[in-house]
T-cell receptor, first 109, second 118 residues
Framework: ELKVEQNPLFLSMQEGKNYTIYCNYS?????LYWYRQDPGKSLESLFV?????AVKQEGRLMASLDTKARLSTLHITAAVHDLSATYFC?????????FGQGTRLTINP | DAGITQSPRHKVTETGTPVTLRCHQT?????MYWYRQDPGHGLRLIHY???????DKGEVSDGYSVSRSKTEDFLLTLESATSSQTSVYFC?????????????????FGQGTRLTVV
């Protein structure tokens, strides 16, 4: 059974700082997705990582995938308040996505 | 935004009553999914469909049934609602027409339905 674990689950940080969210998964997969969710809203697709070593960047967010370690990271550079949200990673299993628990990120001025 | 519409957006119902949630897409995507979201659990798959009349169970399917009679509609039914089914339900779609299904399973989500069972 595929299990996906994120850490930390809660993260409070100051504007301007850097931090990383980790996503570990238990069985082989070479497709991983990152989503963002604002309170009371739907999920917004951020990154699609489709191969080992894949790296994607959008603004202050950068995601990477190491399929051998079964690990993906979401790195936040010089955080700003607008990035406050809950971030989910999801791993493909036979055309279905298995989600991590989510990381609630709060960025304080 | 992907053309996904969920209805209703909010519903309060009594324990023991049947409830049907609807997901409608305008994208002609092959795959449709129902997830539930609960604090501390992320999103968990209830049922999914890989074509008209082709459905299968997810990890939390007990107490739920689904139907897909048309490409664009995927219905989730709670046969007899219980308080443990109070949750936010999300519909998702994936796989664009003509795209090899092994290439990308990126899912696009509807706005969600908040269901309260009292």
């Amino acid at each position: 059974e595929l299990k996906v674990e994120q850490n930390p689950l809660f993260l409070s940080m100051q504007e301007g700082k850097n931090y990383t969210i980790y996503c570990n998964y238990s069985t082989t997969s070479d497709r991983l997705y990152w989503y963002r969710q604002d309170p009371g809203k739907s999920l917004e697709s951020l990154f699609v990582l489709l191969s080992n070593g894949a790296v994607k960047q959008e603004g202050r967010l950068m995601a990477s995938l190491d399929t051998k370690a079964r690990l993906s990271t979401l790195h936040i550079t010089a955080a700003v308040h607008d990035l406050s949200a809950t971030y989910f990673c999801a791993v493909d299993r036979a055309q279905k996505l298995v989600f991590g628990q989510g990381t609630r990120l709060t960025i304080n001025p | 935004d992907a053309g996904i519409t969920q209805s209703p957006r909010h519903k309060v119902t009594e324990t023991g009553t049947p409830v049907t949630l609807r997901c409608h897409q305008t994208e002609n995507h092959r795959y449709m999914y129902w997830y539930r979201q609960d604090p501390g659990h992320g999103l968990r798959l209830i049922h999914y469909s890989y074509g008209v009349k082709d459905t299968d169970k997810g990890e939390v399917s007990d107490g739920y049934s689904v139907s897909r009679s048309k490409t664009e509609d995927f219905l989730l039914t709670l046969e007899s609602a219980t308080s443990s089914q109070t949750s936010v339900y999300f519909c998702a779609i994936s796989a664009t027409p003509g795209q090899a299904i092994h290439m990308n399973t990126e899912a696009f989500f509807g706005q969600g339905t908040r269901l309260t069972v009292v």
